[in-house]
């Protein structure tokens, strides 16, 4: 919850390449205070059957940039094994090998303003991710 001296986030993730949220990927928050601050990292949450985190950590008084790190390699591997007999020829099959998946972690980064609520979607499908400020 955002007050008029923080910024809060919010999140969720939907696999597109299956129509459907992603469960249990492991998401991290982390802030700074500045475009040469250090970040700070706050914690992290999992998402939900819905897809979403819904206990991220709040945000300190003073956060300029956020980062949000989603650790999808587990996710996309654990749905590569459910498809690789329905799906034969699927890229995640044909182009993987046993290098894992093509994007292991999804970093996204954005400024925030004091008061704001953001909400940070990530459309992921085994090689390729979109985000974009929700509402």
Known sequence: MSTSTTA???????DT???????????RLSARSGRDA???????????ADGRCKDLPALP???THVR??????????????????????????RD?????????EVAITFAVKPGEHYHVPLLLNP????????S
Not at 41 to 46: D, E, I, K, N, V
Not at 96 to 103: E, I, L, P, R, V
């Open 8 to 14: 809060s986030v919010s999140t969720h993730i939907l």
């Open 127 to 134: 090689f390729g991710y979109s985000v974009y400020r929700g």
């Open 68 to 93: 949000l790190d989603f650790v999808v390699e587990p996710y996309l591997e654990k749905f590569a094994n459910k498809q690789a007999d329905a799906q034969q020829d699927a890229p995640a099959n």
């Open 17 to 27: 390449s299956v129509g459907r949220p992603a469960e249990g990927v492991a998401v």
């Open 61 to 63: 008084e003073g956060t």
């Open 38 to 48: 250090d970040w700070r990292a706050l914690g992290g949450s999992a998402t939900d």
């Open 96 to 104: 993987s090998g046993d290098d894992g998946a093509f994007f292991p």
